[in-house]
C-alpha cells in the first residue's frame, strides 16, 4: 500500500529538530496514514467517496488513534500505515457529528510512541504550530495560527472556534497541529481562504482543536457516537450569499425532501425569529428542540413569504453505525 501523499513539503518549510526541545522525529512519527473502505449504498459514499485516505494521530498505547470524522463516516475496512510503512488493520471505534472527530483502533501492535494531548484553548494568535501528515518531516511544514473564530459549514456544522493556520498544508485531512511543546493541539479539517483585514485573501487549513474531543472521548469508545441528545438535522445545504440565505441542495434522503423546500428558497426566519447568518439559522434551528421536531421555516420565494415546516430527523440515523468491538 503506497502514500498517496508523493507532493512533499519544501525544505524551507519543514520544522527543523534543532528549533525544539523535545524530540521531532519521536513526535511526527505518531502521524500515521488511514485508508478507508465505504460500501458504494453507504449514504456518505455518493458525495464523498467509497476510498478514503488521510491521516491520523497516535493518542493511545493501545492503538487509539485520532483523525477527521469524514474520513471514517461510514467504512467497513480500515488500514492504518505506520511511520515504518508497515500496514495493520483497524476498525471504526466511532465518529462525533458536533465536533467532526472520529477515533480508529489499531488491531495489531504499533511500534511507535503516542503523542501526548495539549490544551489547544491557550493558543493565541501568532503562535508557532507545526503541522504534521504521514510521513515525517518531509510531509510537515511549520506555520502560525492566524485566527481563532467560529466556523459554519453549509452541511449543517457549527464550530464555535475554529483554529486557522497558515501556510497551508496540501493534504489537510486528519494531519496533526502540533504545539512547541511537542503535543497535540488540533486535527486538520478543511482548507479555507480568508481575508485578514484589509489585506489579500490567505490560504490556510482549519483544524479541530483538540479540547473538544475530552469530553465526548468516553462516549466515543464505549458506544461509537456523542450520546447527547441528537440536534435537529434538515438535511440542506444552504450557502450564504450577498448577506442572504439560499438553499443551494436538498440532500438525498433528506428530511426536506418532500417539505415543500426548494432549491433556490431564500431562508430569513426559523420558528418566527429572523435569522442573519448560517451560524445563527443553525443555532435557531437547534433551539427548537430535538432531532424529530418540526422546524418551522419561512422562506422567499419569487418574492413571497412562505411558511413551511420541515419535520427534522437524526443525521446518523442514515449512517452506518460503527460495529462496537
Do not use: C
Not at 445545504?237 to 438525498?252: G, M, P, Q, S, W
Amino acid at each position: 500500500m503506497s502514500d498517496p501523499y508523493e507532493s512533499e513539503i519544501s525544505k524551507a518549510q519543514q520544522p527543523k529538530s534543532k528549533d525544539y526541545d523535545f524530540d521531532l522525529e519521536r513526535v511526527l512519527s505518531s502521524v500515521v496514514l488511514v485508508r478507508a473502505q465505504v460500501p458504494p449504498d453507504a449514504y456518505t459514499a455518493s458525495r464523498m467517496g467509497t476510498d478514503r485516505a488521510g491521516h491520523g494521530v497516535l493518542i493511545g498505547d493501545d492503538g487509539l488513534i485520532a483523525t477527521i470524522g469524514y474520513l471514517i463516516t461510514e467504512a467497513d475496512v480500515i488500514w492504518i500505515v505506520d511511520a515504518n510503512d508497515r500496514a495493520v488493520p483497524g476498525h471504526v471505534v466511532g465518529y462525533d457529528q458536533v465536533t467532526g472527530f472520529g477515533l480508529v483502533q489499531a488491531l495489531q501492535p504499533l511500534d511507535l510512541a503516542p503523542i501526548e494531548l495539549g490544551e489547544s484553548g491557550v493558543l493565541k494568535e501568532g503562535d508557532p504550530v507545526i503541522v504534521a501528515g504521514y510521513g515525517g518531516r518531509a510531509h510537515s511544514l511549520t506555520a502560525r495560527v492566524i485566527s481563532k473564530r467560529e466556523f459554519a459549514g453549509y452541511w449543517e456544522y457549527l464550530l464555535e472556534e475554529g483554529i486557522f493556520t497558515a501556510p497551508p498544508h496540501p493534504n489537510w485531512g486528519g494531519a496533526a497541529m502540533i504545539g512547541k511543546d511537542g503535543k497535540l493541539l488540533g486535527v486538520g479539517s478543511l482548507f479555507v481562504q480568508q481575508v485578514l483585514l484589509a489585506d489579500a485573501p490567505v490560504d490556510g487549513n482549519m483544524f479541530i482543536p483538540i479540547d473538544l474531543i475530552k469530553p465526548v472521548m468516553e462516549d466515543l469508545l464505549r458506544y461509537g457516537t456523542n450520546r447527547k441528545p441528537p440536534r435537529p438535522w434538515l438535511g440542506i445545504t444552504t450557502a450564504e450569499a450577498e448577506d442572504k440565505l439560499v438553499i443551494a441542495r436538498l440532500n438525498r434522503g433528506g428530511p426536506a425532501r418532500g417539505s415543500g423546500l426548494q432549491v433556490g428558497d431564500f431562508v430569513v426566519a426559523i420558528n418566527g425569529r429572523t435569522v442573519d447568518s448560517l451560524a445563527d439559522m443553525y443555532r435557531k434551528i437547534w433551539s427548537v428542540g430535538e432531532a424529530g421536531v418540526d422546524v418551522p421555516m419561512t422562506v422567499l420565494r419569487d418574492g413571497d413569504a412562505l411558511e413551511i415546516k420541515v419535520k427534522s430527523g437524526n443525521r446518523s440515523d442514515r449512517h452506518r453505525q460503527p460495529r462496537l468491538h
